[in-house]
């Protein structure tokens, strides 16, 4: 999969601010029909254990 890099380090698929999951998927945030980035989200997010 392409270079991710996300700074969201309290996920478990995060690894030095890069993400290795092996594939991720990016849903709508809130709404039906995203214009921003912030109306969107990662949704294979998993936290640390
Ligand atoms: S799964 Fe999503 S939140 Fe977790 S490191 Fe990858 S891109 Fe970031």
């Not at 999951?21 to 039906?32: L, S």
Request: glycine content about 2%; aromatic content about 4%.
């Amino acid at each position: 999969m392409p270079n991710i890099k996300c700074t969201v380090t309290e996920c478990a698929y995060n690894s030095n601010v890069m993400c290795d999951a092996p594939m991720i998927q990016v849903n709508h945030c809130g709404t039906q029909n995203s214009h921003t980035s912030e109306e969107t989200q990662c949704d294979t997010f998993k936290p640390k254990a």
